[in-house]
């Protein structure tokens, strides 16, 4: 498979602050209510029968992060309201559940480690992004209750997104050496499966490419930022050559397909249904990537994985919808999925954010 070329970008015509669509956050704000963010749509309409999941209330924070830090434009998101639904869904001993009905049921014991995760992750963003003492406090208590969970962790997804967020905290609090200890302690778990599944022509954490992918490597970037550890640097630039080696194709970004997936040792893999939380994830390593190295080509990948949103994908078709400023949930084999759930529009809308954060207007 073709990887995407430092020359081959030189050539494409620079991304410019005037080429991102207007902020619109309507169907954003048409998913939340009083409660949090519903998760799934119907097109633009949300679907009250599929209710709340934590994960995407943490996303919804981590945007609401991203937006409050954004000097670009004035319109706001309800943070307040994403992370009432967080502290509402954590247990009594510190975990977290994932789903609620719309009549606000939520009867699962726990969430999965995925899910906690990603919440862990949203509450160091805000801890470290937003200064305002009264919700900084509120998350590090919600945080500091969860924190006793973090090293059981098995999910090598709930790993890496616990790694962001306890990361995100050393930030907040530095220095913090037990926290930084336990950063140490996730990312060798995850260099452990490195060298579990690393084979000749196989450069992964796991025996198989899935979802979310670039979040992997990322969190081994966010560790060596902490620790200056080399190993984690390495180790994340290593596999997201690989990674690249599989997502990019002709200079298009071309996330791999959940029909399938790619397993290791087939020649073939899965091209569809994409999903927008693969171009969000690499959207983030590349942002993380140019922080560290200083390199521009990392913020030229960034704005072709960006990008994928807007119609530079396989079928030549946007995802994001002006008119209502939400996202399809996926390009399916001949056409988008129109509906516009909660993870597509977020996903779209934290890519967004980010991008806007290195363009000047």
Request: hydrophobic fraction near 35%; proline fraction near 2%.
């Amino acid at each position: 498979m073709e990887t995407i070329s430092t020359k081959s970008i030189a050539k494409k015509k620079k991304f410019q602050f005037k080429d991102l669509p207007k902020v619109n956050f309507s169907h954003v704000n048409s998913l939340t209510d009083d409660t949090g963010i519903i998760q799934h749509a119907i097109f633009n309409i949300p679907n009250r029968k599929e209710g709340y999941c934590i994960d995407d209330n943490a996303r919804a924070l981590l945007l609401s992060v991203l937006t409050y830090n954004n000097k670009n434009h004035k319109e706001e998101l309800p943070l307040k309201t994403y992370l009432s639904f967080i502290h509402y869904m954590q247990t009594e001993n510190g975990e977290f559940k994932n789903f609620m009905s719309y009549t606000k049921a939520a009867t699962e014991e726990k969430g999965s480690e995925d899910s906690f995760g990603r919440t862990l992750m949203a509450l160091g963003y805000l801890m470290n992004g937003v200064h305002l003492k009264l919700l900084t406090q509120t998350a590090a208590g919600i945080f500091s209750k969860a924190y006793c969970h973090i090293d059981k962790l098995v999910s090598l997804r709930g790993i890496a997104n616990s790694i962001m967020g306890v990361c995100e905290f050393v930030k907040y609090n530095y220095p913090d050496d037990i926290k930084r200890d336990l950063v140490i302690k996730l990312a060798d778990k995850m260099m452990n499966a490195y060298s579990t599944h690393k084979e000749d022509g196989w450069n992964w954490f796991e025996p198989i490419l899935t979802y979310d992918n670039a979040i992997l490597p990322l969190a081994l970037l966010n560790a060596y930022e902490i620790t200056s550890d080399e190993k984690y640097f390495t180790v994340a630039f290593e596999t997201m050559e690989f990674l690249e080696s599989k997502v990019f194709h002709g200079g298009v970004f071309s996330p791999i397909g959940n029909q399938g997936w790619c397993e290791q040792g087939k020649e073939t893999f899965a091209r569809f249904d994409q999903q927008g939380i693969d171009a969000m994830a690499m959207v983030l390593f590349y942002k993380q990537a140019h922080r560290i190295t200083s390199d521009e080509i990392y913020l030229s990948k960034m704005y072709t994985c960006y990008q994928w949103f807007l119609g530079n994908n396989d079928l030549k078709l946007p995802l994001y919808d002006s008119s209502t400023g939400g996202c399809a949930d996926g390009l399916h084999i001949k056409e988008v999925n129109q509906n516009q759930g909660a993870e597509s529009t977020l996903a779209y809308w934290i890519s967004h954010m980010i991008v806007a954060s290195e363009l000047k207007p």
